[in-house]
């Protein structure tokens, strides 16, 4: 694959024994006639490949001789949508002399790409571009009105059972509907076997479209649309697979993240509920607390330094092992003699009992009680 650009020559160096440097546009982004139709080279696949150009050799006419290596690229950039190359060229090549002289003002690059259609332009887009070469060419620059060599594009297009387009005997002897324009046999659309081929569609399309064929242009996209559509959706069987199975995955999911949320919430209300207990639990803690220093200072006094530990107690178990044992030893301090007619803690009083008892009496059980309740 080649494509022409007009030579902006700038003369970088010539100061050297064996080179002189000049820079050139190597390529541009713009749509190019072709046999096959119009071939359109965006901008970012230049962008993507410009760095591809750096070391390929420079040649005469894409004669990829020994003898017509002239130099090398070395150095390129991309800029306005374009390619930039710096080239050292042999100060002793006769080209040399030509290039300064203005005789030489075209140079062409050859390259690498894939094809997709564009249904969208109407028109091939090139893809994945390699460069191979570059070439000083005399042709004229104007894209318009250049002439490419497309033998390798021909070979690669028209192969197969579409071959028979490049063969003028059987261009002659093929049946009027093989083409779209039967009277001057132009844009042929049907293989060899007579079955309509989308290469050929989408190639008439192309051309018909950069020469302004308006009738030709509609016919081709409304075969294009109407068999070449379908054979594009040959592949939406398993697409449609894929994407149902993917729904159930999504569906799954969706499941999954509903039970999850069901098991948050349940989380969350549980969470409420210890909170609860937790307030609870504290409360109890303070009145454990309170009771075992009300014990301690009835069994010790107020200045007991059991008091102070107390305050700093977190370990339940332990709190409430003290808390029952200073009660114990509170309820053993405050238990009446043996020698005293105070009934015993556990003993009934009746009003039988009380009518029965001294004045003394009545009072001792006065004082027991009140300090029971301190």
């Given at each position: 694959m080649q494509v022409l650009e007009k030579l902006s020559l700038e003369l970088l160096q010539d100061n050297d024994e064996k080179f002189i440097t000049v820079k050139v546009r190597a390529i541009s982004s713009r749509k190019i006639p072709?046999?096959?139709?119009?071939?359109?080279?965006?901008?970012e696949e230049l962008q993507k490949s410009y760095k591809t150009l750096i070391g390929k050799p420079v040649l005469k006419d894409h004669n990829p001789s020994v003898d017509n290596v002239i130099g090398k690229v070395v150095d390129a950039e991309f800029n306005d949508n374009a390619i930039y190359a710096t080239i050292e060229i042999f100060k002793n090549d006769p080209i040399a002399e030509k290039i300064k002289n203005g005789l030489?003002?075209?140079?062409?690059?050859?390259?690498?790409?894939?094809?997709?259609?564009?249904?969208?332009?109407?028109?091939?887009?090139?893809?994945?571009?390699?460069?191979?070469?570059?070439?000083?060419?005399?042709?004229?620059?104007?894209?318009?009105a250049t002439?490419?060599?497309?033998?390798?594009?021909?070979e690669e297009f028209l192969s197969g059972d579409i071959s028979w387009v490049k063969d003028e005997?059987?261009?002659?002897?093929?049946?009027?509907?093989?083409?779209?324009?039967?009277?001057?046999?132009?844009?042929p659309y049907k293989t060899w076997d007579g079955k309509i081929s989308c290469e050929l569609l989408r190639r008439a399309m192309s051309l018909a479209s950069l020469h302004g064929h308006k009738q030709i242009y509609d016919r081709a996209k409304t075969l294009y649309e109407r068999h070449c559509k379908e054979k594009?959706?040959?592949?939406?069987?398993?697409?449609?697979?894929?994407?149902?199975?993917?729904?159930?995955?999504?569906?799954?999911?969706?499941?999954e993240l509903s039970e999850l949320k069901k098991k948050l919430e349940l989380l969350q209300k549980e969470n409420e509920e210890l909170k609860i207990y937790a307030e609870a639990g504290k409360a109890y803690i303070e009145t454990l607390k309170s009771e075992t220093k009300k014990y301690v200072k009835l069994v010790h006094g107020d200045n007991s330094p059991l008091l102070d530990m107390v305050d700093t107690l977190s370990d339940v178990k332990q709190l409430k092992a003290i808390h029952d044992e200073y009660e114990k030893l509170a309820k053993e301090k405050l238990k009446p003699s043996a020698k005293e007619s105070l009934p015993v803690e556990n003993e009934e009083l009746t009003p039988e009992k009380l009518q029965k008892m001294s004045y003394e009496e009545l009072l001792?059980?006065?004082?027991?009680?009140?300090?029971?309740?301190m």
């Open positions: 072709r046999f096959y139709g119009v071939l359109y080279i965006p901008p030489v003002n075209s140079v062409s690059v050859g390259f690498s790409r894939t094809l997709e259609w564009s249904d969208e332009e109407q028109c091939y887009v090139a893809k994945n571009i390699q460069f191979e070469e570059l070439s000083f060419v005399v042709y004229p620059a104007d894209p318009s002439v490419l060599s497309a033998d390798k594009d021909e005997e059987k261009r002659k002897k093929a049946p009027r509907d093989y083409f779209l324009d039967p009277d001057s046999r132009k844009y594009q959706c040959k592949g939406c069987e398993k697409f449609s697979k894929e994407v149902s199975s993917m729904s159930e995955n999504v569906e799954k999911l969706q499941e001792k059980l006065k004082e027991k009680f009140a300090k029971e309740v």
